[in-house]
């Protein structure tokens, strides 16, 4: 049987990376099965106190856009453009608490890429107020914003968990989620299935 998790409410967060519309299938961002991962999540939040939300949002001329060749990436088209109706989190995702929800908006500087969730926001600040120890990360893409966010936490001295079946990848070359995994794993990150969790002292929603 394989290892399972007990969620220490106290010390454990779950941090939702990107799940946004433009990221969805039909986007123009498109995450191939993106929209897997939010019944998987819904499911998952009920067992965590402490939950984060990351979510693109970026100015027009942003850095990563493909019709700025000026600039030095330009690899993506267009995509969460700030306050669009395709940036705000997917209205199919459990937003809590919903009084008071943590939403960590990165990318905002046009002259910066940023795939971690910590890079250029608060959120090490947010989770080490909040007394947080290890992270449970979930959403898209596995190779991009998940890997970057899961091994930003790990050299920040957080313990990181990968919840694989709540993410989906680009994957593109092929192969490219498998190395991400691989990747995040030889930097100290565990990956489990939202099966593999256990609450304490709550139960997750049956999957």
């Known amino acids: 049987m394989p290892y399972r998790y007990d969620i220490h409410p106290d010390t454990d967060a779950l941090i939702v990376v990107d799940v946004q519309p433009d990221f969805m299938p039909g986007g123009p961002l498109a995450v191939p099965d993106g929209d897997a991962v939010i019944p998987i999540i819904n499911r998952l ?6 939950i984060y939300y990351t979510r693109d949002w970026h ?4 850095i990563s856009f493909s019709e700025f ?3 030095r990436d330009g690899s993506w088209p267009p995509h969460c453009l700030a306050d669009s109706p395709g940036a705000h989190l997917h209205e199919d995702l459990i937003i809590a608490p919903d009084d008071d929800p943590q939403i960590i908006s990165k990318g905002t500087d ?4 940023a795939y971690s969730g910590f890079e250029g ?17 979930a959403g898209l893409a596995t190779d991009y914003c998940v890997k970057n966010t899961v091994l930003d936490a790990l050299k920040r001295g957080f313990q990181a968990v990968v919840v694989e079946d709540a993410t989906r990848g680009v994957n593109q ?5 498998a190395q991400a995994l691989d990747e995040m794993v030889q930097q100290g990150a565990e990956v489990i299935t939202a099966k593999q969790l256990v609450t304490a002292p709550r139960e997750l929603t049956p999957l």
Do not use: C, M, Q, S
């Open 45 to 50: 939040i009920p067992a965590f106190d402490k």
């Open 173 to 177: 070359p092929a192969g490219n989620v």
């Open 121 to 137: 926001t608060d959120l090490d600040r947010r989770l080490r107020l909040a007394g947080v120890r290890r992270v449970f990360v």
């Open 59 to 62: 100015p027009y001329n942003h």
């Open 110 to 113: 046009p002259e910066r890429e």
């Open 69 to 71: 060749p000026e600039y």
